[in-house]
């Protein structure tokens, strides 16, 4: 379950991250940290066993996401964003999301854009919304 008030500064600290990696192309330790702590809070706050499969699942992701030269900073609040939603659909629906947004903007970047370097965070933010989306609609799971 996502605790609604610690939702809100999540969503601060990943709009933040957004802007910032649009500027600079970096996401900065002082948003992705604080992104990992609010996400450890959240699931502490409803802790199931079954969560330790989910988040397996995320870091095998990562692995794959690391594998295409994500930036660590992208990594870090990926890892953010797996904890706060471990514990809910969401973390399913944002990975279902991140696979389809993520594959659509890589494809733009390389192939349409000809962009050799491009920040990923407009890919993680869409997802996680659409995500969140999804989730309280349930129109996934």
Same mark, same amino acid.
């Given at each position: 379950?996502?605790? +609604?008030?610690?939702?809100? +500064?999540?969503?601060?600290?990943?709009?933040?991250?957004?802007? *910032?990696?649009?500027?600079?192309?970096?996401? +900065?330790?002082? /948003?992705?940290? +604080?992104?990992?702590?609010?996400?450890?809070? *959240?699931?502490?706050?409803? #802790?199931?066993?079954?969560?330790?499969?989910?988040?397996?699942?995320? #870091?095998?992701?990562?692995?794959?996401? #690391?594998?295409?030269?994500?930036?660590?900073?992208?990594?870090?609040?990926?890892?953010?964003?797996?904890?706060? !939603?471990?514990?809910?659909?969401?973390?399913? *629906?944002?990975?279902?999301?991140?696979?389809?947004?993520?594959?659509? /903007?890589?494809?733009?970047?390389?192939?349409?854009?000809? =962009?050799?370097?491009?920040?990923?965070?407009?890919?993680? #933010? !869409?997802?996680?919304?659409?995500?969140?989306?999804?989730? *309280?609609?349930? =129109?996934?799971?």
């Amino acid at each position: 379950m996502i605790q +609604p008030i610690i939702l809100i +500064p999540f969503l601060i600290l990943l709009c933040l991250a957004f802007f *910032n990696d649009l500027e600079s192309m970096l996401i +900065p330790n002082y /948003y992705s940290y +604080p992104l990992i702590i609010l996400g450890a809070i *959240n699931l502490l706050m409803d #802790f199931h066993p079954l969560v330790l499969i989910s988040i397996a699942i995320f #870091f095998l992701y990562l692995m794959l996401l #690391f594998l295409f030269k994500l930036g660590r900073g992208d990594i870090k609040i990926l890892i953010g964003i797996a904890l706060f !939603s471990a514990n809910s659909p969401l973390l399913f *629906n944002f990975l279902m999301a991140l696979t389809m947004i993520g594959s659509l /903007y890589i494809i733009w970047i390389k192939h349409i854009a000809k =962009l050799e370097i491009a920040p990923f965070m407009p890919a993680i #933010f !869409s997802s996680f919304l659409l995500g969140l989306a999804l989730t *309280n609609y349930g =129109l996934f799971f």
